[in-house]
C-alpha cells in the first residue's frame, strides 16, 4: 500500500520535471531559430538599409516571428542599424502568462564582408 502511494507521488513529479524540460527544449529551438533568422535578416537589412518587406516576410516564414527596429526605420550607410526579432510561446507548466521570447541584433549599413 505504501509503495503504490510512493510509486504515484513519484509519477506526479515526474510528470511536472518532463513537462518542465519540454518547455525548455522548445525554448532553446526558439532561440535557436530567431537567432538565425536574426543574422540573415541582418544581411539582408546591411543591403537594403532597413527592414524591408522582404526581411519582414523572411522572419516571419523562417522562424514564425516578426522584427521591428529599435530606432529609426531607416538609416544611412556606415551607421549601426539595431533591431529586434520577436516570437511569442505559449508554455506548458513553466508560467501562466504567454512568454515573449526576443532577441536583438545589430548591423551595419552597407557593410558587406
Do not use: C, W
Request: charged fraction near 20%; hydrophobic fraction near 45%.
Amino acid at each position: 500500500m505504501g509503495s503504490s502511494l510512493g510509486f504515484l507521488l513519484s509519477l506526479f513529479f515526474a510528470v511536472q520535471v518532463m513537462a518542465y524540460v519540454g518547455d525548455l527544449t522548445v525554448i532553446q529551438q526558439i532561440y535557436g531559430a530567431l537567432n538565425s533568422a536574426a543574422i540573415t535578416a541582418g544581411h539582408i537589412i546591411s543591403l537594403e538599409g532597413g527592414i524591408s518587406k522582404r526581411t519582414r516576410e523572411f522572419v516571419e516564414k523562417s522562424a514564425k516571428a516578426y522584427i521591428v527596429p529599435v530606432d529609426e526605420d531607416y538609416q544611412t550607410v556606415g551607421k549601426i542599424y539595431e533591431y529586434v526579432v520577436i516570437r511569442k510561446y505559449e508554455p506548458i507548466i513553466m508560467s501562466r502568462e504567454t512568454m515573449v521570447l526576443e532577441v536583438r541584433r545589430s548591423v551595419m549599413i552597407g557593410y558587406i564582408e
